[in-house]
């Protein structure tokens, strides 16, 4: 009912910056915490910051606090995730998910619906 759309990943050096965008097809997008969450080649989904729905809020994973910052922008529907000082363990599929709720864990417990996703490749 809901789709989610990611861009901006790319193949980028350590210390550059990306800014990931991530879409909302449809109604109610301000209706949802926005997350982003990552994946690892062989390694399992792992939670990346999170936006409440008016974004006054927002939580980050220790890994990133200090160099990436979400935002949203609810009159178009998009969620970002800027990404600075980025290094070779960033490098991920970065996936957009809308949530319940967001919680310090920043677990996929509330996650309704998710993006396909979009490659971050930093090299060293």
């Known amino acids: 009912q809901v789709r989610l759309v990611e861009s901006g990943g790319g193949l980028v050096q350590a210390g550059d910056s990306l800014k990931l965008s991530c879409v909302a097809s449809g109604r109610d997008f301000s209706s949802y915490a926005m997350g982003w969450f990552r994946q690892a080649p062989g390694k399992g989904r792992e939670g990346v910051s999170c936006?409440?729905?008016?974004?006054?809020?927002?939580k980050y994973a220790d890994s990133v606090k200090g160099r990436f910052s979400i935002s949203r922008d609810n009159g178009k529907n998009t969620v970002y995730l800027q990404m600075n000082s980025l290094k070779p363990e960033d490098t991920a599929t970065y996936l957009c998910a809308a949530s319940r709720f967001c919680v310090p864990e920043l677990d996929d417990s509330g996650v309704v619906f998710w993006g396909k996703g979009t490659l971050v490749t930093v090299s060293s």
């Open positions: 936006v409440s729905r008016s974004g006054g809020n927002t």
